[in-house]
C-alpha cells in the first residue's frame, strides 16, 4: 500500500486526477467510479485536463460503486444523476458506456447479480476510484460486510443516513437500502485509489490503513490487495502512526518500488 499525504483536498484531487490519467495513458479502458463529496476535487481536476490539456476518455468504460433503492432515476440525488452532473456530463465518455446499479428495478436481487455479471464481462476495472465512510465502509459495505461479498442489496447504518443527509431535504429522505459493488468484486480491480479529505476521516483512514484486517472496518481488506494507492490530506492523516514513513519514501521512491 502507498500511502500519498498531500497538503491540502485540492491538491489531493490533483494528485488523484494525475494518477486516473497516468493509467488512462498506460491502456486502462474500464474505470471504477465513486460518488460523494471526497471525489469532487478529483472529477475537477479530471474535468479540466479533458477541456485543457486534451484528456480523452473516449472508448473507456465507467462502473459505479453504489445506487440508491428506491429513488426515481431523476431525482437529483440518485448516483447515476449525482456522476453526470460532477463528472460525466463534462467529458468525452459515451454515456453508453457509464454502467450504474438501477435503484428502480423490480427485483434488486436480480438487478444486483446483472451489475455483477456485466462487471465481470467488461472487468476487471483498470483503476478504482474509492471514498471511505467515518465508519470504515467503502462502496457501501457497512461494518460487518462479508469480506468475500459481491454486488448485493444492503441496509444502511443510521450513522451512514445521517452523513448523507446533507444532500437531501433531511434523515428522513435518505434512503434505508443500496446496491453497492461487494468487498471481492472491488477488491478486483488492478488499481484502487483511495481518496479522503479532512479531520473526520482521520479515525477511518488510521484503522483502515494500519489497524486489523477486520470486518469491522471494511476498507481494512485494501491491505489485503497487491496495488492500492491511499491519497489523503494532513487533517485525514493526523492519527496515521507511520506518517513520517510515508513522506520518507515519497521522498526517496527508488523507480519501479512496488507496494
Ligand atoms: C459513494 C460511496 C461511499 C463514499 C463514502 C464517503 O459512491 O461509495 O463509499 O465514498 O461514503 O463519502 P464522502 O466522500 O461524501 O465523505
Known sequence: MEVVIRPDADDVGR???G??????????????????????AVYRDLI???????????GVDAFLLDEYIGLPTSSPQAFAQVIRRELTAHIDLDSERLHVPSGTALDPAAEARRFEQC????????LQ???IGVNGHIGFNEPG??????????TLTEGTRRDNARFFGGIEDVPRHVITQGLATIGEADHLVLIATGPHKARAVSAAVEGPVTAA????ILQLHAHVTVVVDELAASQLRQRAY???IARHKPVGQRY
Open 246 to 248: 510515508y513522506r520518507c
Open 15 to 17: 494528485t488523484a486526477a
Open 129 to 131: 476510484l474509492l471514498g
Open 48 to 58: 479540466r485536463r479533458h477541456r485543457h490539456e486534451g484528456l480523452s476518455f473516449s
Open 217 to 220: 472496518c471494511p476498507a481494512s
Open 19 to 40: 494518477i486516473v490519467q497516468q493509467s488512462l495513458a498506460d491502456g486502462v479502458t474500464t474505470l471504477g467510479l465513486a460518488t460523494g463529496s471526497s471525489v469532487l
Open 119 to 126: 462487471l465481470t464481462e467488461a472487468g476487471p476495472v483498470g
Open 145 to 154: 460486510s462479508s469480506l468475500a461479498s459481491r454486488t448485493r442489496l444492503k
